[in-house]
Structures are given as C-alpha cells and as structure tokens.
C-alpha cells in the first residue's frame, strides 16, 4: 500500500504561483510513476504533469512551460511548481502513483482557486 498526502493549494491571484507537495509513504519502492491530475467542477479529471521512475516528464499541453513536476527519491515527495496561474488552472489537484503491477493510488486533492 501507499500513502499520498498533498499539500500547498489555495487562493491565489492570476499570474502568480503555488508549489504543491505530494509526500508518499508506505510501500514507496512499489512505484513506478507519480504525477499530478486536476479536477474541475463539472469536468473531467486530467493529467497535468507526470514523471516515472526512469523516463523523461510529461505535461498536459495546457500547462506546458507554466508548470514543473520534479521528484525527490531521498524524500518521497514530488512536488509541482505552477507559474503563471491562469484562472482556468482552478481545480482540486490530486497526486497519483501508478505502481509497477498497475495499482493507482490517489491522495486526498487539494483546492487551487485562481483569482482573475
């Protein structure tokens, strides 16, 4: 099993910036990827951002050269810098970890409000 926990959303104003944090735990070694989806109300969730184990990263194109996933193995903790917060970036954030047997995991979600 493994835990995710999600950190640092809010209220933000249209071109600023948050920092999510995605700290997991348990059986870490079982993941193969990590990344962040976001849900919108009355929308579907979608990918924002994705880094495996040992492949490259990918973004949604929406968020490309605005957001930054970046992983750090020692601490078990991805994390998602969003530059220039539109106000359609608004949406429940959730991290996800894909296990090397396919299991998703999924952290609670935390709120991003942007503000136009």
């Known amino acids: 099993q493994v835990q995710l926990v999600e950190s640092g959303g809010g209220l933000v104003q249209a071109g600023g910036s948050l920092r999510l944090s995605c700290a997991a735990s348990?059986?870490?070694?079982?993941?193969?990827?990590i990344g962040w989806y976001r849900q919108a109300p009355g929308k579907q969730r979608e990918l924002v951002a994705a880094i495996p184990s040992g492949g490259s990263t990918n973004y949604a194109d929406s968020v490309k050269g605005r957001f930054t996933i970046s992983r750090d193995n020692a601490k078990n903790t991805v994390y998602l810098q969003m530059n220039s917060l539109k106000p359609e970036d608004t949406a429940v954030y959730y991290c996800?970890?894909?296990?090397?047997?396919?299991?998703?995991?999924w952290g609670q979600g935390t709120q991003v409000t942007v503000s136009s």
């Open positions: 348990g059986s870490t070694f079982s993941i193969n990827a």
């Open positions: 996800n970890a894909l296990s090397y047997d396919y299991y998703d995991y």
